[in-house]
């Protein structure tokens, strides 16, 4: 048995992008895999795929319904309680559009999802992270978003700022724990988020990332295991991500005409 086989990563948002490919990617070493998502289908495919290398514990969940986070932790069979890493990837932007033509709903949602299903996932698998101590780690996907504004990034970028605080701050709290907390914060990857973003716009979604190289899910999942399995006395507090082609860009001047 080698020495990573009772590690355990529970990830959110594992049926598709980030999530999917951090299972993988942990599977390769031996890692347990806590797989949850909405799309039951698709955690099935996954746990099909991988079961074979790795024990996978699949579980349906809505990281907006607290209570049912609060059960799925609280019924993780026994091999899958000692979480050595909790991934808070599940995530959306939605409403690609100036915030004067924003639907409040979407913004809702946002909230609910990036930043109050975030907390109920933390707060639910916290005390087993504690359990485990020095060398857990909690990962939460940020976004360069939340550190850089643009047109039609509202809430979206708001939430994302938010994961990026809640961070800093758990790990002010955590210090005497052994837990240690990054944020991620990649920059354009080609992943299913700009066909959420859009609703379905594979067009859209396809010349966003024509002609350049974007970030891939695979190059984040190398990150969050870097961070990860890195030796128990470091801690990457955030890791801010972009593809060779894509940099900031000139403050916007609304002048007279
Ligand atoms: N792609 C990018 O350019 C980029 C850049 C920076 C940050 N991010 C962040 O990276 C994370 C992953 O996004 P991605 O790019 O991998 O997009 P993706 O391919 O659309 O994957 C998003 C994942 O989140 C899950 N999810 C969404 N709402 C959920 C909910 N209410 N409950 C549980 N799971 C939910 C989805 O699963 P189900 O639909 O099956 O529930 C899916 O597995 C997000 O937090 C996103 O904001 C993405």
């Given at each position: 048995m080698s020495h990573n086989q009772s590690n355990v990563i529970f990830?959110?948002?594992?049926?598709?992008?980030?999530?999917?490919?951090?299972?993988?990617?942990?599977?390769?070493?031996?890692?347990?895999?806590?797989?949850?998502?909405?799309?039951?289908?698709?955690?099935?495919?996954?746990?099909q795929e991988l079961g074979a290398q790795v024990p996978v514990h699949i579980a349906a969940l809505d990281v907006r319904d607290a209570a049912a986070v609060k059960e799925v932790v609280a019924a993780l069979p026994e091999g899958f309680r000692r979480i050595v890493a909790l991934v808070n990837n599940a995530g959306l932007a939605l409403?690609?559009?100036?915030?004067?033509?924003?639907?409040?709903e979407d913004w809702h949602t946002m909230i609910d999802t990036n930043v109050t299903g975030l907390v109920n996932v933390t707060h639910a698998v916290l005390p087993l992270l504690i359990e485990t101590g020095a060398g857990a780690s909690i990962v939460n996907i940020?976004?360069?978003?939340?550190?850089?504004?643009?047109?039609?990034g509202h809430v979206y970028g708001a939430t994302k700022a938010f994961v990026k605080q809640f961070s800093f701050n758990l790990r002010c709290d955590l210090i005497s724990t052994g837990v240690r907390v990054t944020d991620i914060e990649p920059g354009m990857a080609e992943?299913?988020?700009?066909?959420?973003?859009?609703r379905g716009n594979q067009a859209a979604s396809d010349a966003l990332y024509a002609n350049m190289t974007p970030l891939s899910a695979e190059d984040i999942a190398e990150q969050i295991h870097y961070v990860a399995t890195l030796p128990a006395h470091i801690n990457i507090n955030r890791l801010e991500i972009m593809p060779a082609r894509q940099a900031w860009s000139a403050f916007a001047v609304h002048r007279d005409t």
């Amino acid at each position: 048995m080698s020495h990573n086989q009772s590690n355990v990563i529970f990830i959110t948002g594992a049926t598709s992008g980030f999530g999917r490919a951090t299972a993988r990617r942990f599977a390769r070493e031996g890692w347990s895999l806590v797989l949850t998502g909405r799309r039951v289908e698709r955690l099935q495919e996954l746990a099909q795929e991988l079961g074979a290398q790795v024990p996978v514990h699949i579980a349906a969940l809505d990281v907006r319904d607290a209570a049912a986070v609060k059960e799925v932790v609280a019924a993780l069979p026994e091999g899958f309680r000692r979480i050595v890493a909790l991934v808070n990837n599940a995530g959306l932007a939605l409403a690609p559009v100036p915030s004067q033509n924003a639907a409040l709903e979407d913004w809702h949602t946002m909230i609910d999802t990036n930043v109050t299903g975030l907390v109920n996932v933390t707060h639910a698998v916290l005390p087993l992270l504690i359990e485990t101590g020095a060398g857990a780690s909690i990962v939460n996907i940020g976004s360069v978003a939340g550190e850089w504004p643009y047109p039609g990034g509202h809430v979206y970028g708001a939430t994302k700022a938010f994961v990026k605080q809640f961070s800093f701050n758990l790990r002010c709290d955590l210090i005497s724990t052994g837990v240690r907390v990054t944020d991620i914060e990649p920059g354009m990857a080609e992943t299913e988020f700009t066909l959420v973003r859009t609703r379905g716009n594979q067009a859209a979604s396809d010349a966003l990332y024509a002609n350049m190289t974007p970030l891939s899910a695979e190059d984040i999942a190398e990150q969050i295991h870097y961070v990860a399995t890195l030796p128990a006395h470091i801690n990457i507090n955030r890791l801010e991500i972009m593809p060779a082609r894509q940099a900031w860009s000139a403050f916007a001047v609304h002048r007279d005409t």
